[in-house]
């Protein structure tokens, strides 16, 4: 029987989270000496005229001390305890390192592996398999699916929908994939015992044994995770998938030998587990005061390279929920950095650039999750679309209306223009790409229907002979977002550049609750609207695949599901299994990435080497 934790049993897997990020503060405080008492000086006779000059006194350098403030106390710094980010993320970087950091060039960090595994050098590979009906496989639609006749599937070699086929009968393959992972030959965990595949299998074991949502999707693509020997970890996954991120598929080592004779359902409530965990990052635990602090030290076993090893002596995390009291902390030096626990970037334009002023602000989490969904099938077409009868005109199912009106918004001007409205003036906004669309919105919506018929560019665009819409109705439609201070810049943008085009937007800003609220009363999951600014929750697998059909909420499946727009296209869905395998995407996009979820931490002037220098770097800041 699978035990959760209280809280994992709460977070039921069946409801839609959509998270807020959170930033945390970083206080600081004195250091800590760690040496013993000085030397004491040797008497030297003053009577003696041979007499030597006095021995110097030894000096004891004292300790570098990194100290970083949290807004929050983690409960447990267990991995699978149900309970992940915030201050417990900000802890994990300093007693684990990688192995899938990135710099802010796109690299990947030296880390717990000997090298990164690709196709290049052979530790990525496609072995052809033969399937029979019955047999678990991930279709040409990027679906977890059954075997069996008449499923879409890419046959042995085939790396897109394009070679595709529809298999009826007779042997079939498909490709399998083998990833083998190399642990350094040093890795070591933090009390000097080796760390080696089997800790990472164990981890795998543990993952599996507790079924937490937020790992489901992993483990579903998974045929075996296994030690091909003590430092190669191999992972063989579901025929016909292939992983577009390596993260996933590789789980985290835990300590066998600190573990491994415990309860595996109840290791969540181990002291070791819970409150010294070993690691092999940077630094390693010292001591854990409930309400107060933790503090590390130094990792002497830290990959074993005098290049790898951190500036700081000592990293003491110290637990402020004030938010204001570490912002003090931090301009008086008491605090070196505040993370992401405490969400810096909701404080005001203003005090962000004074803020910037006395310290160095790291701006992350640049993924575009902030999505305007076009409403393409309300629910009111379930039962079937007759314009004549009351249902709202049809205006989106043209893919090329939703393109021109793509065009007319311009994401990546609309974007720099709001975070521009939101950041400090100067800010780096490098890292800011979104998808063009070179095309004439004024001539796709011509050539879809939509026409400027009085010649008035203050009015509407009205449909001639648009299918499935009566002629003369306008193209007029309602938006609705949060009351989120971004979401409205945001759309007063959105208003402005579409009316541009010729489309009348109606905005309203609900509050969260009513936003989000179930269907089939819910403007969202109700599939009640036209447009809609969508906060998603970045996850393995790339945004398109939110919109399956499979994944519709409708009466049928109780309102459940993020493809809210109520998009039906196999060709789509097939583009967004070939972007897994690294294809492109076809235009036929139903939204438009508009904007970033950002978080904010920040450090001390001079800590990090720029701006963009990522928390995950933690062990590479520089000490003075």
Known sequence: MRLLTKQARQNAPHQVVFLLLTLGLLAGCAQLPTGGPLPTQQPIASSSPTALPPTPTATLVPPKVLTVCLAEEPESLYRYDGHAGGAKESIFAAIYDGPFELTSEGKHTDSLFSVYPSGENGGISALPIAVQPGDMVVDAYGELSVFKAGIFARPAGCESSACAVTWESGEFLMDQTRVAFSLRPDSLWSDGQALNAQDAVFSYQLAKEVDLPMGTWALERTISFTAEDDKTAVWLGVPGFSPRELAPFFWLPLPRHQLGSADPTAIGQDPQAERAPLGWGAYRLVSWESGKSIQLEKNPYYFGAAKNQPAFDQLSFLFIPEREEALQMLADGSCDVLDKSYHLEALPKEQLAELGKAADLHWEDWQPVEQLVFGIRPASYDDGYAYWSGDRPDFFSDARTRQALLACLEPQSL????????????????????????????????????????????TPRAAQNVPGVNNLTALSLKLYTSRNALHQNAAALIVEKLSACGVQVDWQALPVAELYAPGPEGVLFGRNFDLALVSWQAGPEPLCALYRSNATPSEANFWVGTNLAGFMDPAFEAACADLEQGEGLALSYPAAALLPQLSLWVSRTGLTPDANYTWSQLESLKAE
Not at 428 to 433: P, Q, Y
Not at 441 to 446: I, K, M, Y
């Open 415 to 458: 974007a720099a223009q709001v975070l521009s409205s939101w950041l400090p003036e100067g800010s780096d906004l490098s890292r800011l790409r979104l998808p063009a669309l070179d095309a004439d919105p004024g001539a796709l919506l011509d050539e879809v229907g939509w026409r400027d018929l009085d010649g008035d560019p203050a």
